[in-house]
């Protein structure tokens, strides 16, 4: 990028910000680049969106932003794609490593809430949480107490199957393990001995860890190998007593099979926090279901972790627009197309 990141002359970079971010976000940028912005927290339309990318030097988006081949095609003079996120399934990283453009994410910074949300999920839907609250509300309630009132079920010394091993599924463990529970986790390659050790897990193949678990939870990225991956033949491999709990992608869930295994009773519950479309259609098979806890992803959305994703969005434009090694790239391979 060389002579084009002249401190001098970065000011004519362009920067377009598919939403409202917070405030780190501006106070990195702003002082550095022209910024245009969606002021806004509803998507930018698709027009809008091919049109700004004429113009931009780099991109802010969101994981709800489609930056397909055709997007990319239209970015003359786009540098890097910044996503406000740490996956970056809605990003065609291929084309946009063939031109030249860095994609960078947000990654580590989002681990310990998503991780907590899993557990949240977890406890309320074996300990009946919201079902308690909502009898209440509704002025159901109307038993003194008494033994066998709804009941749940115990997370201690109960085990939880971690499907994909990375940050979030590490940090999941960690607060299993906290809870008493047993882990046994699959990934796409087992860990270190280390790491298990430290975390006193075993790895399984997929199918068996689906049959012995209580608690299965999927921490993968969405991709072509996993789109799909826990069809209705895997959930019916899992007990009739246990729990699916999804923080990751929905695409990796076949929302229909699921819906169809929780309506036969074939396990015991889900709890969701993502979805094969988002916001969630009125048609969704999934709102069908009682067995079923649903929030509207919000894996990372505590104020704390949203401003650091921004500081590291922002970060990641500034570097590379800068021609310094932005915090977190995802195609390491674009540094031979267009080296810093
Ligand atoms: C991500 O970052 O990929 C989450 O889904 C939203 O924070």
Request: aromatic share 6%; net charge negative; charged share 25%.
């Amino acid at each position: 990028m060389g002579s084009e990141s002249n401190p001098s002359t970065v000011r004519d970079f362009t920067v377009y910000l598919t939403r409202r971010f917070p405030e780190p976000v501006s106070r990195i940028l702003e002082p550095l680049f022209e910024i245009t912005l969606n002021d806004s927290n509803s998507p930018v339309g698709r027009d809008e969106l091919l049109s700004q990318l004429e113009t931009a030097d780099g991109l802010l988006c969101t994981l709800s932003d489609e930056i397909d081949g055709e997007a990319l095609a239209r970015a003359q003079r786009l540098k890097i794609v910044s996503t406000y996120s740490a996956g970056y399934d809605h990003i065609d990283v291929d084309v946009a490593t063939n031109r030249g453009i860095y994609v960078t994410n947000t990654p580590d910074v989002l681990t310990d809430a998503t991780a907590d949300l899993t557990l949240a999920l977890m406890l309320a839907l074996s300990r009946r949480v919201v079902e308690g609250h909502n009898l209440i509300i509704s002025r159901e309630w109307d038993m003194p107490w008494f033994p066998s009132f709804m009941l749940g079920s115990d997370l201690s010394k109960k085990t939880i199957g971690i499907i994909g091993f990375g940050r979030i599924g590490r940090a999941v463990a960690k607060r299993a393990r906290g809870f008493g529970m047993k882990i046994r986790y699959h990934n796409s390659v087992q860990v270190s001995k280390a790491v298990e050790v430290e975390l006193d897990a075993r790895y399984s193949p997929l199918e068996t860890l689906l049959m012995e678990s209580d608690f299965v939870s999927i921490h993968l990225p969405l991709t072509n190998k996993t789109r799909n991956l826990i069809s209705y033949e895997m959930i019916k491999l899992m007990k009739r007593s246990a729990y699916l709990i999804n923080t990751s992608r929905g695409m990796i869930v076949d929302e229909s099979g699921l819906a169809d295994a929780l309506r036969r009773e074939e396990i015991a519950g889900a709890g969701l926090d993502v979805f094969n479309t988002e916001p969630l259609t009125e048609s969704s098979p999934l709102l069908e279901v009682n067995n079923i806890l649903l929030t509207p992803h919000l894996g990372s959305a505590t104020v704390g972790t949203r401003y650091r994703m921004g500081e590291m969005a922002a970060s990641n434009i500034r570097n590379v627009l800068l021609g310094i090694e932005p915090v977190s790239l995802v195609n390491s391979e674009v540094r031979r197309r267009r080296p810093l």
